[in-house]
């Protein structure tokens, strides 16, 4: 509604809560997803709450408590190898490292 909130004001409407700290921005939506995303560096993070175990899927495995399944790799086999994990979801053939 072109309201412009402050660094720390949050913002409340039809079960959406908005929220700023910092460089972050956070929305908490009435169903329990919540979105966390940077300002400075656009890194987004969703969370959902315990009722979606076993109704999530998602790249970083499924929200099942199944830890062998968060390295799932596009053909749906897992992998223990992050390098092959990351570089299997790719959509272009360029290969990159990752550094953890």
Known sequence: NNVKLDNNEGYVKDGIISDRRGEYVYLKFSDGVRLKWSTDSLSVFITVEVQYIGKVSGLCGDYN?????????????????????????RLDSRVYLLFF
């Open 65 to 89: 408590e199944k830890k062998g399944d968060d390295f799932k790799i596009n053909d749906g086999s897992s992998t223990n190898d992050a390098f092959r994990f990351a570089n299997s979801w």
